[in-house]
């Protein structure tokens, strides 16, 4: 039997691991904190062995950072290494390093039904431009376009670091409280985990209220109890800003195949997505809102579609 191939999701805190024998079925999924390796190389190298592994195929990693040229850095973790590196510990002949969502954006055509939570829109009848953002950590996106021949193209792109849309005046009023001196405001800085944070903390400083809560994930809980009108005020600037920018890239983009909202955030706030203004922000674009009314919008819920992305890298030629 052929020796399988590696695939791993590699952030700043934690990597992921997992085997691929053929396709994109996805086995023996493990967790490695990094703190605990000095290097990406030996945390897979501990991941074959607990395996039995002495050596892989080929290998194929999303990487929470620009991977356009080599040694390849992290943005969140002090480890470098190359596409050789990787292949001297792991025995791999092919080694394939994707930016993470990138990877997000090979995935979308082998995602289930029982993966993805629909909110409005229709499908297209045939294959049609996607793109699937995400906040978490951070705002990243990716562009997946239908190639003329059959198959697919994945497009990275950087939509955390464009310019957050503000409309209103307590909208303009925000960000100011939000904005440090001298300092870039960028979308990321709103629409992340640390930036519901942020938002939620500003918020009480305009109102004179206590801040009561001290984490992202807080502040998400406390807005869907309605236990602290500040977080609740906070999450739901957080989808508004959240719709407006996917309405923008889905507009700029022609995403007629679908908006795919993947990131920890967006499956813990699906409720507030589905009954509250989303949609209809996503889809105000004046004249042409009859050109958004039959974008779909998911939301990824499968665990690990990143793994996904990699194995579908895998599959295509070189």
Wanted: proline share 8%.
């Amino acid at each position: 039997m052929a020796s399988p191939a590696l695939v791993g999701d590699i952030g700043g805190t934690n990597s992921r691991f997992a085997l691929v024998d053929e396709g994109v079925e996805i086995r023996d999924i493990e967790k490695y904190k990094n703190d605990d390796f000095p290097s990406l190389e030996a945390a897979a190298r501990e991941y074959l062995d607990r395996k039995g592994h002495p050596k892989v195929r080929a290998l194929s990693f999303a990487i929470a950072g620009p991977v356009t040229s080599e040694p390849i850095a992290l943005t969140n973790r002090d480890w470098s290494f190359t596409r050789a590196s990787l292949k001297e510990a792991t025995g791999a002949e092919r080694a394939i390093i994707l930016n993470d969502f990138e990877a997000l954006a090979l995935s979308l055509p082998h995602l289930k039904a029982g993966d993805l939570v629909q909110i409005g829109g229709h499908p297209p009848p045939k294959p049609e431009v996607k793109i699937v953002l995400g906040p978490g950590t951070g705002l990243g996106m990716a562009t997946l376009a239908p190639l003329p021949k059959g198959g697919w193209i994945a497009l990275p792109g950087e939509l955390g670091h464009g310019t957050l849309p503000i409309v209103t005046r307590e909208e303009f009023e925000l960000l100011e409280a939000m904005t440090l001196p001298g300092v870039l405001f960028e979308s990321e800085d709103a629409i992340t985990g640390p930036g519901i944070l942020r938002m939620y903390n500003a918020i009480c400083e305009l109102t004179g209220e206590r801040a009561a809560q001290h984490t992202p994930e807080a502040v998400i809980a406390a807005a869907r109890d309605d236990a602290d009108r500040a977080a609740r005020r906070a999450l739901d600037q957080f989808v508004i800003w959240l719709a407006r920018l996917a309405g923008d890239a889905a507009m700029i983009l022609q995403a007629h195949g679908g908006v795919y909202l993947a990131g920890g955030i967006a499956p813990t706030i699906i409720e507030e997505l589905k009954k509250g203004p989303f949609r209809t922000i996503f889809q105000e674009k004046g004249r042409l809102a009859h050109v958004m009314r039959p974008i779909p919008i998911y939301v990824i819920t499968d665990r690990f579609p990143a793994f996904k992305g990699c194995a579908a890298a895998l599959a295509r030629p070189d």
